[in-house]
């Protein structure tokens, strides 16, 4: 189960979280067309450093890199490298820090240059979907609930939502209890908890839902070729009302 955040660990968790936001806010400025994955992600670790913390992927199962950078139609787990970002591309970050003991997990998505129509609204509407999923996150509320939401906002616009890959519990190891779907009924799954401390994070494709592994063992694709966005925020389940804790501008968006 997941593990309930004392008032320690919950003051813990939001330092972390804003720093990570920090980092998150750097990685943007470096998505730039001409720039190499490697050469990003080498900053992100730098960034993670910097506030004290240990990038949380680095060596987790063998990963390479401090940040996952999944670009177009990799949907998530991309591994940098000597890629180039080009106009148009769309590119999605994945960053985890572990710092005094407790893991924050957050990701974003971008286009690079001037991207496609379709490409900037499936930003739009995943990044939408993360909002509506984190708004459910409250106690006495179920894991369906935030899954339904997410869901249902990705498929009324015309994309689909990842299955293979969900989001998950946070606290002192990378993923714990429970698995959070992004898809799902009202009603169904374990029951949230006040200070539970959640990774939130829809997947969304262009076209169908089905993905496939690359040959790396990490890189997961869009089986039809289709482009995919990835949002997510570590979250705080709290009595009424979640609390975003990877959010830099704390501006309310979970009303």
Not at 185 to 190: A, L, T, V
Not at 215 to 222: C, E, I, L, P
Request: some cysteine; hydrophobic content about 35%.
């Amino acid at each position: 189960m997941s593990v309930l955040m004392n008032a320690t660990d919950r003051e813990n968790a939001r330092e972390s979280g804003m720093l990570l936001a920090q980092v998150v806010e750097k990685a943007r400025n470096l998505v730039q067309v001409g720039i190499k994955t490697f050469e990003i992600d080498r900053e992100i670790e730098a960034a993670i450093r910097e506030v004290g913390g240990r990038p949380a992927f680095k060596g987790y199962r063998g990963f390479p890199s401090a940040s996952c950078i999944s670009i177009n139609n990799e949907v998530v787990h991309g591994i940098p490298g000597k890629r180039v970002i080009r106009n148009g591309d769309l590119v999605s970050i994945d960053i985890g820090m572990e710092r005094e003991g407790l893991y924050s997990d957050t990701a974003f998505s971008c286009v690079a240059g001037k991207g496609s129509a379709v490409a900037r609204k499936l930003l739009q509407i995943c990044e939408e979907a993360l909002y509506a999923g984190i708004r459910e996150a409250v106690d006495g509320n179920r894991v369906g609930d935030i899954s339904h939401a997410i869901q249902e906002t990705v498929e009324k616009n015309g994309f689909s939502v990842v299955r293979d890959f969900v989001g998950h519990g946070l606290g002192r190891s990378l993923h714990e209890e429970p698995q959070i779907p992004n898809f799902g009924n009202r009603g169904e799954g374990s029951v949230l908890k006040e200070s539970m401390l959640l990774a939130i994070e829809p997947m969304a494709n262009e076209k169908g839902y089905r993905v496939c592994i690359q040959k790396d063992g990490w890189t997961v694709v869009t089986e039809d070729g289709g482009l995919s966005a990835h949002f997510e925020h570590t979250v705080l389940v709290g009595n009424g009302k979640p609390e975003i804790l990877t959010q830099q501008t704390r501006g309310d968006r979970t009303n």
